[in-house]
């Protein structure tokens, strides 16, 4: 063998020895079983358990066992200083404050989970860290020598021309449910990464700025991460089996959870929610219990359904959202004033399954928290349009929550002057979330929108207006 052959070996044989001290240091949970072909064994306490295929829900509840959903792997708990896996069994403290500086992401492919996601900007200084999660893959869930020596070999052919060791490095070293790290710097950017198994899961942190400062204390946060063992019901013990502190909140990620995206991408659920229908000038749907009544000289008119996306992962976020959300009516003016641009106002009635979007709403007039984070789901997911401001306000007793901004007209959304201004309504009711998106194609002719009138439960009609010059920048 080459004298570089031999030293590729001496580097990587000190990588695994390092590796594997250190993983002795931490929290020794059980192993699961696991046969040849990938199957988990019995639910042995303390380790986190694959899911069940994530094309398939849960199974239904019965009277006499109700339904309790799975610990997914988005499961965490978070404050605004530090972050632990529910799921996964580590925890560790960000290296930047959570508020002000959490951002959305789309929906994640259907093997993939986003587990946290902040970003920062200070003058010339950004940065950001990211942490997800991969499923188990075939041929990742077990050690066995003939598979390790496999991977060696394979490791060492791969970079005995190079003289060191390369990163991928062999998967069995992934199963010490430890992290290991590589650290980049080129001019004035900086990354680590780091990679660990947690039972065949593959979890990755990624940390990325060109602010030296913010990598030093994401590198130190990193090097004083703790682990745990899960028990059966979810709690989180050290080695020693003492209950485990933990900080924060429960949280379920930077975006919708993918075991909930796949479920719902399998029942589509909006499809059982009763579009009503319009009679005499009102729109009606008993089952909602709602009631509108259409501006004069306002008609329902067809939903154009044809601008689907093409690539596939804003497909698959598109595909989930309409299979949370139903269209109940879409109408405009019967004889609106022609224009050379031809947008003319609209007025659409949807009704969304906060339950199956996992989405949040506001509960009060001071949830002001709650109602920017829906404001920015409603950004991520493009249909609703840009977000500039957001309002709650308490009308007959039901609280909306608005939204004034402007969104592409149909098909042109890379076009500035084909932009409609826009206000959204939404509010909670008999468990769905009604929005109503008022549309015209300037600020000011949206400021003499005719609204219509919204009755709840044959309550008296509410009046909705538009006007957006009062409402200050979220």
């Known amino acids: 063998m080459s004298g570089n052959s031999n030293a590729a070996l001496r580097a990587f044989a000190f990588v695994c020895l390092q590796l594997l001290l250190a993983a002795a240091g931490q929290a020794q949970c059980d192993s699961a079983s696991v046969n040849l072909h990938g199957a988990v064994g019995p639910d042995i306490p303390g380790i986190p358990q694959p899911l069940p295929d994530n094309q398939k829900p849960p199974e239904p509840a019965t009277d006499d066992k109700p339904l309790e959903p799975p610990i997914l792997p988005e499961a965490g708990f978070l404050s605004d200083t530090h972050y632990t896996s529910q799921f996964f069994g580590f925890s560790f403290d960000l290296p930047l404050t959570v508020r002000g500086h959490e951002i959305m992401m789309a929906v994640m492919p259907v093997r993939q989970h986003a587990l946290l996601a902040l970003q920062y900007e200070d003058g010339a200084h950004k940065g950001y860290i990211m942490i997800t999660a991969d499923d188990p893959r075939p041929g990742y869930e077990i050690n066995t020598p003939e598979k390790t020596a496999q991977e060696m070999r394979e490791w060492q052919q791969a970079n005995a021309q190079l003289g060191q060791p390369q990163v991928p490095i062999p998967d069995f070293l992934l199963r010490t449910s430890r992290f290991y790290h590589q650290f980049q710097h080129r001019g004035k950017n900086y990354s680590a990464q780091y990679w660990a198994g947690f039972n065949n899961y593959l979890v990755k942190i990624v940390v990325r700025t060109n602010d030296a400062e913010f990598l030093r204390k994401a590198k130190d946060d990193m090097s004083r991460a703790q682990f745990y063992c899960r028990k059966d019901d979810g709690t989180l013990a050290t080695e020693d089996g003492k209950p485990a502190k933990v900080e924060g909140e429960p949280y379920s990620g930077p975006t919708v959870p993918t075991f909930l995206v796949n479920a719902a991408l399998h029942d589509e659920p909006a499809r059982d929610i009763n579009r009503g229908k319009v009679t005499d000038g009102f729109y009606r749907n008993p089952d909602i219990g709602v009631e509108y009544r259409l501006p004069k000289g306002w008609v329902q008119t067809s939903v154009d359904m044809s601008d689907a996306p093409m690539d596939e ?57 709650t109602l920017d984070a829906v404001a920015a789901t409603l950004e991520e997911f493009g249909e609703f349009g840009q977000v500039g401001s957001d309002e709650l306000k308490t009308i007959s007793g039901h609280l909306f929550m608005i939204f004034h901004g402007t969104i592409p007209a149909s098909g042109r959304s890379e076009d500035l002057s084909h932009r409609l201004s826009q206000t959204i309504y939404a509010t909670r009711y008999h468990k769905m979330l009604l929005m109503w998106s008022f549309m015209a194609p300037t600020t000011a002719a949206l400021d003499q929108l005719p609204t219509g009138g919204v009755s709840f439960a044959d309550a008296p009609p509410i009046e909705l207006g538009t006007s957006n010059r009062t409402v200050a920048g979220r």
């Open 313 to 369: 992962d804003a497909l698959r976020e598109y595909q989930f959202l309409h299979a949370c959300e139903q269209m109940l009516l879409q109408i405009a003016p019967q004889n609106a004033p022609a224009r050379s641009d031809n947008l003319k106002p609209l007025i659409v009635l949807r009704a969304l399954d906060p339950n199956c979007l996992d989405l949040h709403t506001a509960t009060s007039l001071t949830d002001k928290h």
